[in-house]
Each structure stands twice: as C-alpha cells, then as structure tokens.
C-alpha cells in the first residue's frame, strides 16, 4: 500500500538536521520527560524485583540502573519502568503514549552500538514516535483494548530500523512484522487494579527489536499487516489516509500532554477544577457532603471509590481528588500503602460521583471537559468547569516546570541535573554525547 511505503520512507530519510528547529526542541523535551519517567519507576519495588530477575549480561546499558542485559531485555525492562508511576507523556490525536514504545526500543538499540551517534539516536526516537503515534492515529481501537503494548510496537520498530539502517523496503517488512507481535490488552486491567497493565509497554518495545531481528533472518510478513491487525483485530477500522496525510509538515511529537500528576491523564481534568476552587478559597475536606463529577465517557470509567492497589487508585477519580484535598499532593509517594489504607482518604472518595454527561463526550476530541459540584455540611454549593489541563496542548507546561518535574522523577540519581542537560541538549550534539557517556555508553 502506498501509505505504508510512504510511512517506510519516512522512517529512514528524515533528518533531524533539516526538521524545524521549534520540532528538534520538541522532540528533546519529550525525550527529557519520558526519561524522567523511567528513572522515576525503577524506584517502584516491582519494577525493581522484575529487574532482579535477570542475569546482568549483556551489551545494553538498562536506562537508570547499573547493570546491562540483552538489548530486547533492556527494551522490556525501559518501557516497564517508565509506564509504572503514570507520569509518562501521551497524545490526544494517537490514542495513547507513544514516547514510550519508541524511547525505550531505541534506548536499548542505541546503547548497544556505541558506535552511533546521539543525532542517530534522536533520530529514530522521532521517526518512532511519529511512525507509532500515526498509526494509533489511523486506527479505531476496539472499546476493550488499551492503547498500550497496540501500535505502540509500531514506533519502537520504526525506531530500531532506523538505528539499523534498514532500506525502506525492510523497514515496511519490519512494520508488518511488528503488526503481529502486538498485543491483546485489556483496557480494564487498569481499573481493576491490575499492575500488567504496566508491562504492555514494555513487552512492545522488546517486540519491536524483535521484528527487526525478525528482517534480517529472512522472515516474511503478512502483506498490509499493519491494517490488518490494526483495523480487523486490535482495530475496528484503519484509514490509510490518516497515516500519511501531512506527513512530514505536521509533527506529532508536537502535540503531546505532559503530566504534573502521578495518575491517568483522565483523573486529571478534574483536579485541574479542584485545584481552581483551591486557589479561590480553602476546601475544608472533612466539610465535605458529595462531589459530583460530571465528564466524558471515557474519564467517566474511572469512578472506582475503593481502589486497592496503587495503579487502582491511579486511575480513580474519586481517590486521586481525595488524595489531593486530604494529603495535599498526587506525586509518587502518594500513592503508597499508608494512603491507599487512610480511613479519612477512603471517606471521603466514597462521596464522590462520577458521571457521564453524553453532550460534554460529544465535545471530544478538542475539548476534555470535566465538571464538578462541592456540596458542603452547611449546605453551600460550589461549581466550576474546565475544558482542559495544564500540560495539554493548548495549555502547555513551561519548560522550567518540565525541569523541575524531571530532577523530582529522578530524585537519588546522581547527576540528575546534568541528564537533564544532556537530554535538553539534543539540538546540540556536544551535549548529547556527554549524556551518552553518562547513562548508556559509561
């Protein structure tokens, strides 16, 4: 299919020397973020004991430890990490994280090959980026599957072809290939307060090693797979026009929403609003009769009032606003045993109310609109609305806020402000070679 030579093309001719210099900024800050969202994981115990389970052998560096593995190994192990805290960047238009997918698969082939440079790692972390975000961005996901460990795979392979060098024939196999490896995952894993969901990531970026791999031992693919499994499996529908329409002039990696927030993006609508109020005037939480929360379809999923495990109450609305007016805060430590089991937190989530308003779901995808009423003991009623978040696209995060989030994410890492340089420096090739140096190629 034309659409799909064209995406190969793509893959293997774009320079990150002749892009807009305002998208090469762009893709280090998203580069920056999403590496500050590995290094904060690795401080969760399971991804420290999944960690503990492999050999230390191996010509990759493991991203934020001192250890190496296998390339596809260290692939696994980076997305794991960097999806466990919820603090990893995401995109509207695709559907889901693409960073992730395409920053991991790379970090792992990029550190096994000292002998590329950091501009050849930059790179293949745009190409993949954009190469998996399209993807999403052409199919229609069935309601039952989450994004994560989908089209994901389709960035990380882009990403490992590009290191490797592949013609644009090979990569379109390797972009088959990789169709096939993706997975079946559930969109409620999440809700149930299931941690898999933190492993769909990473097994996407191993797999897109794997289809490269796959290329150079001579495998075939099936014909137009991408579409295939995108829009009959995964996918109700895959429209090719999409893939491939402004290729190249618009850059998706442009458009992401970053996070302040350790929870899903859709929890975080609301405590934009909560935080509104806050600034207005004090919110005696123990005066609190009901919240209601009124919002879009899929925000509206998340209305679990009991959460049990960190990544339940992650992806609870009425726990993370609980979290934030009792606790004060909804960064990582927040969401540890102390706070899951707090009897006044847990009060106070059980009176709030998640609702689906179908005219505010008909807003999407330019709007995220999110509503919420504060009843109070006294009988006083409080209202207030937003359209947005701080960290979406249309609303930014300053760069000094994006700093100050990354050195919290890597809090304990020594060096941390000088990884944050060297990720920033990526329009700089001095800079980004220190950071090799640093983290990958020690």
Request: charged share 20%; proline share 6%; aromatic share 6%.
């Amino acid at each position: 299919m034309p659409a799909f030579e064209d995406l190969a093309s793509f893959i293997q001719s774009t320079d990150i020397n002749r892009i807009p210099p305002s998208i090469r900024h762009q893709t280090g800050l998203v580069l920056a973020d999403t590496l500050g969202a590995i290094l904060a994981g690795w401080r969760e115990n399971d991804v420290q004991a999944i960690g503990r389970c492999y050999a230390d052998a191996g010509t990759a560096s493991v991203f934020g430890q001192p250890r190496k593995a296998d390339a596809a190994t260290a692939a696994f192990l980076t997305g794991f990490a960097g999806t466990a805290v919820e603090l990893d960047e995401g995109n509207y238009a695709a559907g889901g994280h693409p960073a992730i997918h395409a920053v991991a698969a790379a970090l792992a082939e990029w550190s096994a090959r000292p002998d590329l440079p950091g501009e050849q790692f930059l790179n293949a972390v745009l190409v993949g980026y954009e190469a998996g975000a399209r993807t999403g961005m052409a199919m229609t996901l069935r309601p039952a599957v989450h994004p994560h460990g989908t089209w994901g795979v389709i960035g990380a392979a882009a990403a490992v072809a590009r290191l490797r060098g592949f013609s644009p024939e090979a990569t379109l196999t390797a972009l088959e290939l990789a169709a096939s490896l993706s997975l079946a995952t559930s969109v409620t894993a999440s809700l149930r307060g299931s941690a898999i969901r933190n492993i769909y990531a990473g097994v996407a970026a191993q797999n897109g090693l794997l289809a490269c791999d796959l290329v150079q031992a001579g495998m075939s693919s099936e014909p137009n797979g991408i579409a295939v499994v995108f829009g009959s499996v995964t996918g109700s529908r895959f429209a090719h026009e999409k893939l491939v329409d402004g290729l190249g002039e618009r850059w998706l990696i442009a458009e992401p929403f970053l996070k302040l927030a350790s929870s899903c993006r859709e929890t975080q609508g609301a405590l934009e609003v909560i935080e509104g109020m806050l600034s207005e005037a004090s919110i005696d939480p123990f005066q609190i009769e009901t919240i209601r929360v009124t919002t879009f379809a899929p925000a509206s999923a998340l209305k679990e009032t009991g959460p049990v495990t960190p990544i339940g109450a992650r992806f609870s609305i009425p726990f993370v606003l609980a979290l934030r007016l009792m606790h004060g805060s909804v960064w990582i430590d927040a969401f540890g045993e102390e706070k899951l089991r707090d009897p006044a937190i847990r009060a106070l989530a059980e009176r709030v109310r998640v609702v689906e308003d179908p005219a505010m779901t008909r807003r999407l995808p330019t709007e995220r609109p999110c509503r919420i009423e504060l009843s109070m003991t006294n009988g006083s009623v409080r209202v207030a609305e937003r359209t947005d978040a701080f960290g979406d696209p249309g609303h930014p995060l300053p760069e000094m806020a994006l700093k100050e989030k990354f050195l919290r994410m890597a809090d304990g890492v020594p060096d941390a402000e000088a990884a944050w340089i060297g990720a920033r420096a990526a329009d700089k090739s001095q800079g980004f070679e220190a950071f090799s140096r640093l983290f990958l190629h020690g």
